[in-house]
Nanobody, 122 residues
């Protein structure tokens, strides 16, 4: 059974930094990509950052230059380094993993973590 272990978020002042991690285990399915999404009250969930197995990354425009996603393939773990945090970054951050299943009819599926609260005070 797939398990995603997310690190705790927290409360940080504006301008501060925080690092999140997410470790996937419990399956032999390969991973296409892993990433972080966030959802603030009243808003839709949005992609924050994503990284593929090969290391390609994709960031939301609002976090470019401030957030960095990295990956340890051997540990199936990703890290999200968040710098220069703003109050607008306040949200529940959720880890996502996209798995690939090798079968007669191959398919991909998503697995989501439970989410962690990140609060940035002004």
């Amino acid at each position: 059974q797939v398990q995603l272990v997310e690190s705790e978020g927290g409360l940080v002042q504006a301008g501060g930094s925080l690092r999140l991690s997410c470790a996937a285990s419990g399956t032999r399915h390969s991973i296409n990509h892993m990433g972080w999404y966030r959802q603030a009250p009243g808003n839709q969930r949005e992609l924050v950052a994503l990284i593929t197995t090969s290391g390609s990354t994709n960031y939301a425009e609002s976090v470019k230059g401030r957030f960095t996603i990295s990956r340890d393939n051997a540990k199936n773990t990703i890290y999200l380094q968040m710098n220069s945090l703003k109050p607008s970054d306040t949200a529940v951050y959720t880890c996502n993993v996209n798995f690939h299943v090798v079968a007669t009819y191959p398919y991909d599926y998503d697995y989501w973590g439970r989410g962690t609260q990140v609060t940035v005070s002004s």
